[in-house]
Every structure is written in structure tokens, then in C-alpha cells.
């Protein structure tokens, strides 16, 4: 077991165990790392250092649970851009592979139903992982990043987590159909080979699922728990808003927004706030002036000096 720093030499580390080229590979590092140490790699090719280091430590030592790194030490974005190039590194790259090396070893002729059995139970297999990441990839991620955006959804990782599976179990038992029942010529390398390929994917996809299971889920419930307390406030701070008279900074930067023709929702994604959110302040805001036209706001905002005439949309 070995804990590794910030400031290991990267070719070092490579030296003494290659596996760490994936880590590198799916946080997009280039090799040609000269005498760099992680964090000046890190830093190069703009991947957050203590991710980098989260996921390596927790691969590199076999996913052992005495190396799960604290949530709030993570960064969502540099870990989602590390799970997203791991599905592409699957379903473009290692997936096609095996299937190539498949066909090599036990054919796919029409005469050959053994073959045609496995190659079928194969894709079937590569399909339900690719609706599995197409799943992360459309609703998991996206949610992910609203909560960094500070917009609410009815979404929660809990959903994600309770149906979350590593996908691996499949290839487990085509690896053991494989080795137990299919009868292959002594002496056949191909099959060797691509048995050896299998169990490599086998063990990347399980350590790919304990990532998403021991770092990406718990950062995510860490932010709803803040996300969660941030909204609690930003509506406190609306009802303390209503039974004032004068406009928050919010309200005036709603105002802003209002006079140079963005939509609710526009606004709404600018300022990071929920579409409900600006509605409650354009309501304050036309109780507050009296002002319930967009003409009215624009004359409001340019006497008050919140916008300049060459900024507003007429």
C-alpha cells in the first residue's frame, strides 16, 4: 500500500505501476511528463491536484476503504470529466477490442452456434452497459451540475445510488462460460488473450463503479445537505425581501437582467438561482416601485443609474 503526494514524480510513479496510466488517461494527462511531480502535471493540463490524487490513491491501492478521500476535498467537475472519459475509454475503445479479439478466437461463422452464442451474449452485455452510462451520462451528470449551478431539482444521488450497479456481473460470467464449457484447441493464444482482456475490463469496470460508489456519491450528498441550506436561506432572505421596501442587490440585478431583455429563465441561469427564485423577486420588485412593466423598470433603472441606455433593449 502506498499513499501518494502531490509532489511524487509522476514517471516514477508510472515505473512502478503501469495500472496508473488509466488514472492519467481519463483525467486527460497527456504522457511526456518529463520530472514533473503530480501537481505540476495537474496544474498543467487544469485537473483539480486533490482529485487527482483522491482517485489515484483509492485505485492504486485496490480500492481499499482506508484510502476514500474526504468529500468535501473533491472537485465534482474534475471527478464527472474523470467518469466521463472512462465511459467513452469503454464503450469506444476497450469494448470493440474484446469483441474484435472474440471473433478472432472463436469465429462468428453461421456454422459455429457456440460462437454466435457468445458474441450474442456479449453485445447484449455491452448494450446494457451502454444504457447504463447513457443514464449517467443524460440524468446523473446533468443534475450533478445544476446542484454546482445552485438550481434545484426533484432529482437526488439516492435515486442514482439505490439502482447503481457496477455492471460487471456479466462479463464475470461469460469470463467463467468461457473457461469452464467452451472446448478450444490446446494451444490457443487468441483465446488466452482475449480471457486476459476480459478479466483486466472486469476489474476496471468494478473499480469504476466503487469511484462512483465511495467519492462521487458521497461528494454529491454533501452538496445537496449545502445546496439544501442555501435555497432554506436564499427563501428566507425572500420573505425578509417582501416585508421590506427597499430593493435588495438580488432585486436590482433582476432588474438588470429585466431591461436588457433576457427572459425569466436567462436571468434565472445568470445568477444562478432557481426560475422560482426570480419570479419571487420580480414580484417584490414590482410591489416594492409600483412598477409592473419592463418600459417602467427600464426608466427606473437608467434614473437610478443600474444600467446605461446603450446597455438597454428597446
Known sequence: MHNYLSTDKVAELISQDYSLLQVMSRFNIPLGVKEKSIDEVCRANNVDTETFLAVLNFIGNGCNHKYIAEPETLSLPSLMNYLRQA??????????????????????????ESALLILQYYDTYVSEVREHFEYENAIVFPYIDSLINQSHTSFNIDTFSAQHDPAAKKLTELKNIIIRYYEAPA??????????????????????????????????????????????????????????????????????????GLTNKEIADKLCISLNTVLTHRRNIARKLEIHSPAGLTIYAIINGLVELKDVSL
Not at 233 to 257: A, H, M
Open 87 to 112: 465511459h467513452s475509454y469503454f464503450l469506444d475503445f476497450s469494448f470493440p477490442a474484446i469483441r474484435r479479439k472474440l471473433i478472432n478466437a472463436v469465429g462468428n461463422g453461421s456454422d459455429n
Open 187 to 260: 494451444g490457443s493464444y487468441a483465446l488466452h488473450d482475449v480471457l486476459f482482456d476480459i478479466f483486466g475490463c472486469e476489474e476496471e469496470l468494478k473499480a469504476h463503479g466503487l469511484v462512483e460508489e465511495h467519492l462521487l456519491v458521497p461528494a454529491v450528498k454533501l452538496l445537496e445537505r449545502e445546496s439544501a441550506v442555501h435555497k432554506e436561506k436564499t427563501e428566507k432572505e425572500g420573505d425578509d425581501d417582501e416585508q421590506s421596501s427597499t430593493l435588495s442587490p438580488r432585486e436590482k440585478d433582476v432588474i438588470i437582467g429585466v431591461v436588457k
